[in-house]
C-alpha cells in the first residue's frame, strides 16, 4: 500500500501543478503576453499591457482573493456552480469595464476585439452555469491557444499542448466532468477562432 501511494503521489502534485498553470488568470495572462510580444512594438505593447493589467488582470485577481478571504467561494476556480452565481456578474462587470478602457484607449483592434470576445464569453458561461458548470480552465486554455496558434503556430502548438495538459489534469483531479470540460474547450476554441480571424 505504501509503495502504491508514493507511486501516485508524484503524479497527483503535477496535475495539481498543471491545473494552477493552466487557472485562467494566469493562462491568459502568459498568452496575452506573448501576443503583444508578437504583434506590438515595444512601446506600444507595454502600453497595451499595462492598460490590460490595471482593467483586467488585477481586478479579476482582487475578485477571486477577496472572494476566497470572505468566503464566498471556496478555492480560487470558483469551483461550485452555486458560488459561480454570484461570480460571473462581478466578472462579466470587470469584462466590460475593460472593454469599454480599451476602446477609449483606441487600442488595436485584435486587442478589443479579444476583449469583446472574452465578455461573450463569460456571459455564455454564465447563463450554462444554470444547467451545466463548464469548464472554465478548458475554455480559457483552449480560447488562448487558439488565438496563439492563429498568431504564431509555434507558440500555439506549445499553448495546445499545455491546454490537453490542463485538460488531462483537471480531470484527473475530478474538478469537472467529461462534458463539461468538452463544453468548456469547444466554447473556447469557437472564440479563439472568432478573435483571431
Sequence with gaps: ???DKTHVKP????ARWVSWIGHPLVFISLSVGVIIGLRLANRAGLALWLALLATVILPM??????GIRSGRWSDPDVSISAERVRFYPQAISISVMAVIALWFLRAPAFALRGA??????LVVAALT???LKM??????????AMILFLVQPIAGAIAFALALLVFWSRLYLGRPDLPEMLVGTALGLLGGLATAW
Design 11 to 14: 503524479v497527483v502534485v503535477f
Design 1 to 3: 500500500m505504501a509503495s
Design 135 to 144: 469548464s472554465l480552465h478548458a475554455l480559457f486554455a483552449f480560447y488562448s
Design 61 to 66: 485577481a482582487l475578485l477571486l482573493f477577496r
Design 116 to 121: 469583446m470576445v472574452t465578455l461573450f464569453l
Design 129 to 131: 452555469n444554470f444547467r
